[in-house]
């Protein structure tokens, strides 16, 4: 079983900086692939960024390309999302998510874990 756990979420004005944290632990938490996906209020959950393991491969959203990035400390088990340039939209609960597999990296079904979610909310 893999444990998931995001930090960082937070209030922010447009324009500003957050950068979010997931911390991975259990017998199987290395060799992941990890995602963060967001979910805003009455809409579903989607796909925001994700990193192969051991990192060689990301991918992106169109809306959060070159505003976001996402990277790993392998050796301490955490990825990071640095997002920067923040807009009202990316208004969401912000979650970790880690895969056996990286295959597209966007799909949710391809996610065996999730985290509980971290708030993030920028104002206008």
């Known amino acids: 079983q893999v444990q998931l756990v995001e930090s960082g979420g937070g209030l922010v004005q447009a324009g500003g900086s957050l950068r979010l944290s997931c911390a991975a632990s259990?017998?199987?938490?290395?060799?992941?692939?990890v995602g963060w996906f967001r979910q805003a209020p009455g809409k579903e959950r989607e796909f925001v960024a994700a990193?192969?393991?051991?990192?060689?491969?990301?991918s992106y959203t169109d809306s959060v390309r070159g505003r976001f990035t996402i990277s790993r400390d392998n050796a301490k088990n955490m990825v990071y999302l640095q997002m920067n340039s923040l807009k009202p939209e990316d208004t969401a609960v912000y979650y970790c998510?880690?895969?056996?597999?990286?295959?597209?990296?966007?799909?949710?079904?391809?996610?065996?874990?999730w985290g509980q979610g971290t708030q993030v909310t920028v104002s206008s």
């Open positions: 259990g017998r199987t938490s290395s060799s992941l692939a």
């Open positions: 998510a880690a895969a056996r597999t990286y295959r597209s990296g966007s799909a949710l079904n391809e996610y065996d874990f």
């Open positions: 990193v192969s393991w051991p990192g060689a491969r990301t």
